[in-house]
């Protein structure tokens, strides 16, 4: 899985309600009419500024809060193909493979400013920040999680398969 785009930066503890609002997330199930509404109360022109394949690079602790799922899934529907994190709620972290956003912790994200160019590799756990020239190392994801986003999320990856996947050498 390659994406190429440019990144959206947020601080730290950016939590599900900042990320979907409650005014939004109890009025429609539409997950592309919430996708318009993704991190407004932190930056109310977010949706406009953002074009399909763009990232948005966090602090720490992103996607704390709530475990519904709208946030990873306004997020996915807005276009954006990665959320890269220094680190990640974890009920989050789970609910974004779950629903096909791929969520990558890099440590150095930091390093990347806001509108940097990056080209991302997840399978190899590289960022190509074509602006600064630089190349940053990630965590890497497991190969059935890999799977699961490949197939477009959990749900998508049980009716492929028939059921779960187990590779017997985890």
């Not at 997330?25 to 592309?32: E, I, P, Q, V, Y």
């Amino acid at each position: 899985m390659e994406f190429t785009g440019s990144a959206h930066k947020v601080g730290d503890d950016v939590n599900t309600d900042l990320i979907i609002s409650g005014r939004y997330k109890f009025k429609t199930l539409d997950n592309k009419e919430l996708a318009k509404h993704v991190l407004e109360d932190l930056d109310p022109g977010f949706y406009e500024k953002i074009q399909a394949g763009d990232f948005i690079v966090a602090g720490r602790n992103f996607g704390c809060g709530s475990s519904r799922e709208q946030a990873p899934l306004a997020i996915k529907y807005a276009g954006i193909s990665a959320v890269i994190a220094q680190s990640f709620a974890r009920i989050f972290f789970r609910n974004a493979v779950n629903v096909g956003l791929p969520v990558i912790e890099c440590t150095k994200a930091d390093e990347i400013s806001e509108g940097d160019k990056l080209e991302l590799d997840i399978e190899n756990g590289i960022i190509k920040n074509k602006t600064k020239d630089t190349i940053i190392k990630t965590k890497t994801i497991p190969s059935f999680m890999l799977d699961i986003l490949n197939d477009g999320g959990l749900a998508a990856h049980f009716r492929k398969h028939g059921g779960f996947k187990i590779d017997k050498n985890i």
